[in-house]
């Protein structure tokens, strides 16, 4: 077998001078140069790039977006071109409870009265996204504020351990007060409007976030690079702001994904229990329209902000939890 190989190789042997090229056609010396053999060939790696690739790879992602940026235009532009007027037909008795049908058959054919009239006469499709407007603000602004106070406390609380002491104190006395109830004492105790109620859910509203995140930060604040900086003096609130914060940026986005149809759903339950805002929101508007539930051919008055509601939670939610995996470097590979 030995020979056998020999001779195969012998017999398959090709000449260097039969191929007719010079030797410095044949060879050519490789360089060395120690700068270049430092750079890195991997691709640049950008961390927001990475989280909208991961997140617009699904394709709901982008049916979601789309959806929450209609729900957008229509709460925020549409209400300033529509002329909205609760009371404007209020002295006509014909156009008041009326069913999608009749509304358009007796006011006009065009988009106001899609979802029919309510109990002022007023065009409840311009109504429930006047009041939507006012619901994802109220979300939007709770959500803010809470999120920054949060953050920005919990990463001190969960670095600092004499903050650590006196903050865990005043979390076990309040966080056993029912967040509900302390809600509904405010509103009581002060004027029932917008920003009472944005008091009423910010006050004690980022005392759970910033326990999150001080659960969080503990587990990271250990590490080789935070006990450096200690050691070189910076300060804990830098320590918090530059090296820990910046690695909880999924967790962040994912709280903002349940908070924010959470501030929703809060204004929505008060409101129906008769606690509300005195700005018709959607929660106004569920609780204003709760006898015509049961009334034949007033359903749509009830259900119409339902709906809406509902569909803006759900919109919200899913997107922001979807952003908030996106956000996850675990999942850029």
Known sequence: MKDQFNQYNSENLVA????GLSEAELFTPVSHDNLESEKITAPRYS???????VFFKKKINIFMLSLLALIIIFSYVYPLFSGYDRFANILNGASKHLSPSLALERMGQNIHWILGSGASGESTFDAVWNGARIS???AFICAAINMTIGVLVGAVWGFSKKVDIVMNEVYNIIA???YI????VLI?????????MVFALTVTGWLSIAYFIRTQVIIIRDREYNLASR????PITRIAVKNILPFMTSVIVTLLAIDIPLYISYEVFLSYIGMGMSEMSLGKMIYAAEPAMLTPGWEFEFWSPVAIASIITIVLYVVGQNLGDASDPRTHM
């Open 188 to 196: 009581l105790i002060f004027s029932a409007n917008f920003w009472t």
């Open 136 to 138: 994802i603000s109220l």
């Open 176 to 178: 056993n007060v029912p």
């Open 47 to 53: 961390y927001w790039n990475s989280v909208f690739r």
């Open 231 to 234: 050691c070189l003096g910076t």
């Open 181 to 184: 109830l302390l809600i509904s």
């Open 16 to 19: 260097l001078d039969d191929l």
